[in-house]
Nanobody, 122 residues
Framework: QVQLVESGGGLVQAGGSLRLSCAAS????????MGWFRQAPGKERQFVAA????????LYADSVKGRFTASRDNAKNTVYLQMNSLKPEDTAVYYC???????????????WGQGTQVTVSA
């Protein structure tokens, strides 16, 4: 069983940056592909980014491409999401997820964190 804990969310002005972290425990973190998703009030949870177990491959939603960067440190059992040039529409609860059962952008992951709130003010 894998436990995931996100941190690093907060309130930031438009154009600012945040770095989210997702710390994993209880499993073989280095063997899992990892994903980041977000959910705004009244909307479905949507794919943001994903990174392969080795960190050698990444995938991004079109809405964040060029602004967000996913990375990982397997020695620290942690995956990161660097978010730059933030926009008010990036406001959401951000979730990390581990071990996708199908494609990275689908919501079918075996393990999920509790989420961290990101609020971007205009």
């Amino acid at each position: 069983q894998v436990q995931l804990v996100e941190s690093g969310g907060g309130l930031v002005q438009a154009g600012g940056s945040l770095r989210l972290s997702c710390a994993a425990s209880g499993g073989t973190f280095s063997s899992y592909d990892m994903g980041w998703f977000r959910q705004a009030p009244g909307k479905e949870r949507q794919f943001v980014a994903a990174i392969s177990w080795s960190g050698g491959s990444t995938l991004y939603a079109d809405s964040v491409k060029g602004r967000f960067t996913a990375s990982r440190d397997n020695a620290k059992n942690t995956v990161y999401l660097q978010m730059n040039s933030l926009k008010p529409e990036d406001t959401a609860v951000y979730y990390c997820a581990a071990d996708p059962r199908t494609s990275w952008h689908n919501r079918e992951y075996n393990y999920w964190g509790q989420g961290t709130q990101v609020t971007v003010s205009a």
